[in-house]
């Protein structure tokens, strides 16, 4: 039996559900526990004709031009668990397991098609295109863990979101089916969600299911019955529900109560699995409004802070939720892969072990901390509140440090 896929969960909610003409999405990135994720900024780029691009396992044609991204991803690898683009495309991917095995072939990572969805799609339906584009060609396949013991591979789905619409991608080797939504609530996981609503397919998929014999035809095409292994397509999201529940009122602070919730499950703290990191959007459907992309960088939402950033020209890096680079040095880029492993926290996820050590030891001192992290959480999201508000086009100066600033000012409280 295959090890079960990362229980990660992602979301997203628009108009009726969500507040005032605002597009909301989240996702959990559940990994292996000790498994450091950075985020980073990588600036709009000019290339070369005939450059390549070098992704986790193997290199590809570069295009002559890539957009402007800010990316959540385990700090091994070239690509991303979740990020988003300038021009207000959101991306997440999950792992999934179906009838057809993964390939352990080094290939695309589920992981690389979101950051090069990001990099080369100014909308949700280009993104999504791109990425299957890159499926025929290259194929999917590789360890999804830095691990020299084993290989885990997975194939992808993914929730693909931009201001106006998303599109649920879901995939097996180079095969996909996707589904369009513009409205209400919509989760995805980590196993198969798309049944008879499909409204793009891979032109050869229904054929090639007819020729390996798992569908005969004559019954309605139900992407994930044809596709998933047992009964295991059925049972979910947990979180929908509670979203659900908002009614018309979903909001950042909804999403990140929802990513925060344990108890439903969506918030994953198990023997294998955390949630090493989270992110949650607002788009706003008004394109003369910025999108707001907040950012934990440590793992454990309950126990972290979202971060707001926005997407400005020279926009300040920082280097202190961004792991150390070992360039060719580095094991995952060295064959045999994985053969030791480095240290890969950056400084919040070191001052972030601190305060969890805290929180478990001295839970008066744990708690009165997470209090003000929370306080200063909420100031954040007031300050966004009013970018999103106001009647005055955003001054970029106003933001070029955001995110810079509440990381710094996240770290000093820690000291």
């Not at 999917?140 to 201001?163: K, M, P």
Request: hydrophobic share 35%.
């Amino acid at each position: 039996r295959m090890a079960a896929a990362p229980p990660s969960y992602c979301f997203v909610a628009f108009p009726p559900c969500s507040k005032d003409g605002l597009v909301v999405f989240g996702k959990n990135s559940a990994r292996p526990r000790d498994e450091v994720q950075e985020v980073v900024y990588f600036a709009a780029a000019a290339h070369d004709p005939g450059s390549k691009v070098e992704c986790t396992y193997i290199e590809i044609e570069q295009v002559p031009k890539t957009h402007a991204v800010v990316l959540s991803r385990p700090s091994w690898l070239w690509g991303a668990e979740m990020g988003a683009n300038e021009h207000g495309v959101c991306v997440a991917n999950e792992a999934v397991i179906t009838r057809e095995p993964a390939s352990e072939s080094e290939a695309l990572l589920g992981m690389d098609l979101v950051r090069l969805g990001l990099e080369r799609g100014a909308t949700a339906k280009e993104a999504l295109d791109v990425i299957v584009a890159l499926l025929e060609e290259h194929g999917q396949g590789g360890n999804y863990y830095e691990d020299g013991s084993s290989c885990h591979t997975f194939q992808s789905a993914f929730l693909i979101v931009d201001r106006n619409e998303a599109w649920v991608l879901e995939t097996s080797g180079k095969y996909w089916a996707a589904e369009k939504i513009t409205e209400g609530v919509k989760c995805i996981c980590n196993q198969l969600s798309l049944t008879t609503k499909i409204d793009a397919e891979h032109p050869e998929l229904r054929s090639y299911v007819r020729s390996q014999g798992w569908w005969n035809g004559d019954s309605d095409f139900n992407f994930s019955e044809v596709f998933s292994l047992a009964d295991d397509h059925l049972a979910c999201c947990s979180g929908k529900e509670s979203l659900e529940k908002q009614g018309g009122d979903v909001s950042a602070q909804t999403m990140i109560d929802v990513l925060r919730d344990k108890d439903s499950g969506v918030c994953v703290d198990s023997e294998s699995f955390l949630t090493t990191a989270s992110i949650v959007s607002v788009l706003p459907q008004d394109p003369s409004f910025p999108c707001v992309h907040y950012f934990t960088g440590t793992p454990d939402p309950s126990r972290s802070i979202f971060k707001p950033f926005i997407f400005v020209d020279d926009v300040k890096l920082v280097p202190k939720v961004q792991s150390p680079s070992f360039g060719n040095d580095d094991p995952a880029k060295k064959i045999p892969r994985f053969q030791e492993k480095p240290d890969r926290r950056h400084e919040l996820y070191k001052a972030h072990e601190w305060v969890r050590s805290l929180l478990e030891n001295d839970q008066d001192k744990g708690q009165k901390l997470m209090r003000i992290m929370l306080d200063l959480e909420k100031q954040g999201l007031e300050a966004m509140e009013d970018i999103l508000t106001r009647t005055e086009v955003l001054d970029p100066a106003e933001v070029v440090d955001l995110f810079y600033d509440c990381v710094d000012t996240e770290l000093k409280f820690f000291k």
